[in-house]
């Protein structure tokens, strides 16, 4: 159960894709948009790190892991 950790939150980045850009079509009519934009976006990044980081502490990772993530190494 653990090991599936890291592919939820990339899941939940996926999600956050259309929603960032719905915000930033949005905010061209209202300011507030934007901040929502950046709220998303941020989580995503958030969860961008921790991805890996579990990955590699529950020695879950992938071809595509091991080589986006060199930086962790």
Do not use: K
């Not at 939150?9 to 950046?38: D, H, K």
């Amino acid at each position: 159960m653990l090991s599936a950790i890291p592919n939820i939150l990339t899941g939940f980045r996926l999600a956050c894709a259309p929603v960032v850009l719905i915000a930033l079509v949005l905010s061209a009519t209202q300011w507030s948009w934007s901040l929502v934009a950046l709220g998303v976006f941020v989580a995503a990044a958030v969860t961008d790190l921790f991805d890996g980081l579990i990955a590699r502490a529950l020695m879950a990772e992938s071809a595509w892991g091991t080589v986006s993530y060199t930086h962790l190494a």
